[in-house]
């Protein structure tokens, strides 16, 4: 197992590093900050373990970055609520606060390689199951639906537009599976996912000797989607040196690889996707118009959760069935008042959020019914207002939950001594 760790305190990572390159099931890597691990992570990486507080970019902006592309846990002197909550949000699996015994972290690592392996085992979804945790018979959705439904039937250039989290690439996948290249390649690419450096290698490919490590050619995303659809999600996000080269890609029907003059002849359908403001971006001179007339012949707006409140209990619904799939974590059901939370928040994450909230509650809860206080949705809403200021008292409340108020079994979940876990509870004034 490759992991790789994301620490700016040097004697911490060289700590982590030396211990964990001890056990022979795992190969260790590591990085100063997030900027470096950016530049170069690859797909031998199974597991990211990171700390939040880091200068340059933090850890929950490194793993905005990643976009889910690696599993990740997260290793903090202190941090917020908030920031939990958000790192939940991002796919992190686990916390672990300093100071910490590297069995505790080795256990952490085994729970995230277990959590993989179970979903790597699941059954893959039918498309039909994909569309349904996000096509519904919302009025508000409905409009977008039908105008995607005659624009599959043609190859004109789709973009789509709406908030982040609205599910913009499960539309995408969508529009595809109902055309006329729907037994071709779907390909998505994420622009603020792939650093700029590597951006035009990724979507164009290369020849053998184009740059210092390339020992050989490699088609790029364009050419492996030749007769199915590319996503590009994040458009606006597409460096301005790129912008050129993609409009002749749509006017041409041809790319050229990196270190040749050859055009290669592709046939592609083209989506793209964007919650950025366009025009804006054109003013200011950072986006072509040309290109964003080019990619938006059928512009498709998807309406944000919130104006599509008739969808919140069927997703919560079925992503609750996902997650006893994958876990095991058994059938759960609505405490009093817990409906009522979720069809009242406004959700500014759409329904990424809300996946990740109802993943959470039925991970964590305490039996099999969903209370509000699981959703923690209360002080998302109140803007911080009952931010718990140390991410350690919340994890020793969850900890003791988990473990029906055990003391003993809560101390070696959090890898502490009995004593030190009740001076904790004393100084936080956690009762149980």
Not at 225 to 236: H, M, R, T, W
Not at 300 to 306: A, E, M, V
Request: net charge negative; with cysteine.
């Amino acid at each position: 197992m490759k992991l790789a760790i994301v620490e700016d305190d040097i004697n911490m990572r060289k700590s982590l590093e030396i211990a964990l390159g001890e056990y022979e099931e795992f190969e260790v890597v590591s990085f100063k900050n997030a900027k470096d691990a950016l530049k170069k992570l690859d797909d031998s990486i199974d597991l990211i373990i990171t700390d939040i507080n880091m200068p340059q970019m933090d850890g929950i902006e490194f793993l905005r970055e990643l976009n889910g592309r690696y599993e990740a846990l997260i290793i903090t002197g202190n941090a917020t609520l908030n920031k939990a909550i958000d790192s939940i949000r991002l796919g992190v699996k686990d916390f672990l606060t300093k100071p910490f015994d590297i069995e505790t972290l080795v256990a952490a690592i085994h729970r995230a390689k277990k959590a993989k392996e179970v979903i790597a085992k699941t059954p893959k979804k039918s498309e039909e199951t994909k569309e349904q945790s996000f096509i519904s018979t919302s009025p508000a959705l409905q409009k977008a639906l039908m105008l995607a439904n005659k624009a599959a039937k043609t190859d004109a250039a789709i973009l789509l537009l709406g908030e982040s989290g609205v599910g913009k690439e499960v539309f995408a996948n969508y529009i595809h599976n109902h055309s006329l290249r729907a037994k071709a390649p779907f390909i998505a690419i994420n622009m603020a996912a792939i650093p700029d450096n590597l951006l035009e290698s990724e979507l164009f490919g290369y020849e053998k000797g184009a740059f210092t490590d390339a020992t050989e050619g490699r088609a790029g995303k364009f050419e492996s989607a030749n007769g199915g659809s590319v996503f590009l999600d994040e458009i606006g996000e597409m460096p301005a040196s790129l912008q050129a080269k993609l409009l002749r890609v749509l006017q041409e029907k041809e790319i050229v690889r990196l270190g040749s003059s050859k055009p290669i002849k592709v046939d592609i359908r083209f989506i793209a996707a964007t919650n950025a403001d366009i025009q804006k971006k054109i003013k200011k001179g950072e986006f072509r118009e040309d290109l964003f007339f080019r990619l938006q012949t059928i512009p498709i707006h998807i309406p944000p959760l919130r104006e599509r409140t008739e969808e919140i209990i069927p997703l919560c619904e079925w992503k609750l069935e996902e997650v006893d799939k994958q876990y095991g974590v058994g059938k759960k059901k609505w405490g009093k008042g817990a409906k009522e939370q979720l069809l009242s928040y406004k959700w500014p994450g759409n329904i990424r959020e809300l996946l990740s909230v109802v993943e959470r509650a039925a991970i964590l809860c305490e039996d099999d019914t969903i209370m509000p206080e699981d959703l923690f949705l209360s002080s998302r809403e109140s803007g911080g207002a009952k931010k718990i200021a140390n991410l350690e008292e919340e994890l020793i409340y969850e900890a003791l939950k988990a473990s029906d108020s055990d003391v003993d079994s809560a101390a070696e979940l959090l890898g502490m001594q009995k004593q030190v876990l009740l001076e904790k509870m004393k100084h936080y004034h956690i009762n149980f």
